[in-house]
């Protein structure tokens, strides 16, 4: 590890914020879940529609980071906006996502680029998505027209959460059967929708994940991986969704087989990767039958997860002793209406990894979710913002106090949690 300055992060630590296009953009007709957000589904409260209009405020958005001292911006390009229909790869798109580039350079802000944040090209999902046959190949080809555009981009994410995509696919089940591999692997509903980590909501009601589904989507991401790397000089890797299980007594084996299901079988498909994305905001126990609810309580957030600052130490510490990869914390946070219990909830997060660190974990950086409240996959009401959008109006961007606290730590490099 690099000679660390105050305290104990390495000196090139990476503070930052994240978004997904789907959720920020606005109007994105060509993806998968704007056709389920149309088709009547009861678990999609709402329509994404105008989302934060970034499509078009990128600008300020990235200013807006920049002014608070973060250094990194977690954006994702949108599939469906580049490819909207198959073998149709469009060149304007291709220069917007250029511009947002060019635009974190300019703030002096590096670019932390996703390639796939839940969202597909409608034709894709309709076509089987990522169980169909030549999937590889479609989402290859896909990254392949992207790379010219990383010339000068230093971190790049291949998928978001892969062990949630097939949760994903399920919800967004249209009556026409626009589901991709969801409906091929697995047949159950998916429980109501809540957040970035929808899954953790529904995890307890649904079956085990499906682990042809995970061999699949490994193959893309190594595919993707080989591509990336002989064309950019990017470091690359996925994020993983990570719960922080936990086994109660006497359950030490079916924690394990969930666990290795749920994240194991993503991690080792990580091997040989710059590094892994892990994304955490709360933690569950796992009983005889599996993950247990989060039962009702007032301590919980606005998407029904259990108050566990602690679950990113976990994570973090859990995954460095099991895999020994370098590690990005690529999304941790809480959907709140309030600003102080966010500021509360991150203090005790970082301190965890803080402590993981100090105990021998690689981390390299730190992206928030989210920098803007968005559209959280089926309504606008868990905020996870570290700033409010009025989408009523002039989708005004207004700071709360948690986005000039993050960037008093991030100036500290961690030390200053005050």
């Known amino acids: 590890m690099p000679p660390t300055v105050r305290g104990v992060l390495r000196d090139d630590f990476l503070w930052g914020a994240a978004t997904a296009a789907h959720q920020i953009e606005g109007n994105n007709v060509n993806a998968d879940f704007w056709a389920a957000e149309h088709a009547g589904l009861p678990h999609l409260k709402e329509p994404s529609g105008d989302a934060c209009d970034s499509y078009h405020r990128f600008g300020e958005d990235i200013r807006l980071l920049a002014e608070a001292g973060l250094k990194a911006y977690r954006f994702s390009i949108e599939w469906a906006r580049i490819e909207p229909e198959r073998g149709h790869v469009s060149r304007a798109e291709l220069l917007h996502y250029r511009d947002m580039i060019d635009t974190c350079h300019a703030f002096g802000v590096e670019p932390v680029i996703t390639l796939h944040?839940?969202?597909?090209p409608h034709w894709f999902a309709a076509a089987g998505g990522f169980m169909a046959a030549d999937a590889v190949e479609r989402f290859s080809a896909y990254v392949a027209a992207v790379c010219p555009i990383l010339h000068d981009v230093n971190w790049v994410v291949t998928v978001n959460e892969p062990n949630i995509l097939a949760l994903f696919s399920r919800m967004t089940a249209t009556p026409e059967g626009a589901a991709s591999e969801g409906a091929a692997s697995e047949a159950n509903g998916a429980g109501e929708a809540g957040s970035d980590q929808t899954a953790t909501v529904a995890m307890a009601q649904?079956?085990?994940?499906?682990?042809e589904f995970?061999?699949?989507i490994g193959e893309v991401h190594r595919a993707a991986v080989q591509i990336v790397r002989e064309r950019t000089d990017a470091?690359?890797?996925w994020a993983i969704a990570a719960q922080a299980f936990t086994p109660t007594e006497g359950n030490e084996a079916v924690f394990e087989k969930v666990f290795h299901a749920w994240e194991g079988a993503y991690y080792e498909a990580s091997a040989g990767d710059d590094f892994v994305g892990i994304q955490a905001y709360t933690s569950q126990p796992v009983d005889a039958n599996g993950p247990v609810p989060h039962p009702p309580s007032p301590e919980n957030s606005l998407a029904g997860w259990a108050y566990r600052p602690d679950a990113l130490g976990i994570n973090v510490a859990r995954v460095w002793e099991k895999y020994g990869l370098p590690i990005f914390v690529?999304?941790?946070?809480i959907a709140?209406?309030?600003d102080t219990r966010r500021i509360a909830y991150t203090t005790g997060a970082l301190q965890g990894m803080k402590d993981a660190v100090a105990d021998g974990a690689e981390v390299l950086g730190y992206t928030h979710w989210s920098l803007l409240d968005n559209y959280e996959w089926g309504s606008y009401t868990p905020t996870f913002g570290l700033i409010a959008v009025n989408r009523a109006g002039d989708f005004e961007r207004t700071p709360k106090p948690s986005l000039a606290w993050?960037?008093?730590v991030a100036a500290s490099n961690g030390e200053d949690l005050g």
């Open 117 to 120: 944040h839940f969202t597909s």
């Open 206 to 211: 649904l079956p085990m994940p499906s682990l």
């Open 214 to 216: 995970a061999a699949r």
């Open 235 to 237: 470091k690359v890797g």
């Open 330 to 333: 690529t999304e941790n946070g």
């Open 336 to 338: 709140t209406d309030d």
């Open 406 to 408: 993050l960037g008093r």
